[in-house]
């Protein structure tokens, strides 16, 4: 995980450095558009304004062209490792829900079979069968996005974007699932406690 986030992120970097040079590149030409605007129209200053905005222009346009370019090429030299480690993330993320959900089901029988009446049991339940879909759903977003990346599309960097953002939205409801999960386990595991002490 901390090696999909590197890289990640040093492609989200390159990304917005790009465009952060871009931002100050149109604050200029903005401010130079109204410093023309008060030149009368035929003069020799104006003349130079709009030179000057149409270079400013032109440059921004390169300079988003080369920002563009930089992240394919980095995403290109990066796809391998970057597939790999999507690859194994959704995996990791597949099996954990696994895991969780056979637990789950375990419980259920545990708690059925022995017939429990277990403390906040109608409250607990339908939080963890929501957060087992929430989970569910998160994993599916994963696997969507993390198959999309393609390092020859011109929006690399905001699919690189949504990858991490997937990514961490997938993991955040795993850990709530498994959260909610436990705290059901915590009150069948304090009725059993109880119904023991009783014998």
């Known amino acids: 995980m901390k090696k999909l986030r590197l890289a990640l992120c040093i492609l989200l970097s390159a990304a917005l ?79 954990s829900y696994e895991r969780l959900t056979e637990i789950f089901d375990k419980v259920l029988v545990l708690k059925e079979k022995n017939s429990m009446h277990v403390e906040d049991y109608e409250t607990l339940l339908p939080g963890v069968v929501a957060n087992q879909a929430k989970a569910k759903e998160a994993i599916a977003d994963l696997h969507a996005v993390a198959n999309d990346i393609d390092c020859s599309h011109p929006e690399t960097s905001v699919q690189l974007s949504q990858a991490k953002e997937a990514a961490a939205r997938a993991r955040d409801a795993l850990k709530t699932y498994k959260s909610s999960l436990k705290t059901l386990i915590g009150a069948i595991h304090n009725t059993l406690e109880k119904n023991m002490g009783t014998h």
Not at 30 to 41: D, I, K, L, R, W
Not at 52 to 62: F, G, I, L, N, S
């Open 17 to 95: 450095l790009g465009s952060s040079t871009y931002g100050l590149g149109t604050a200029y030409a903005v401010s130079e558009e109204q410093t023309a605007q008060t030149a009368p129209e035929g003069s020799a200053e104006h003349q130079e304004k709009e030179t000057e905005d149409k270079t400013v222009k032109r440059d921004q346009a390169r300079a988003d062209v080369r920002r563009r370019e930089r992240v394919r090429t980095l995403c290109v030299n990066h796809q391998k490792t970057l597939e790999n480690k999507l690859k194994a993330f959704t995996g990791s993320a597949d099996k």
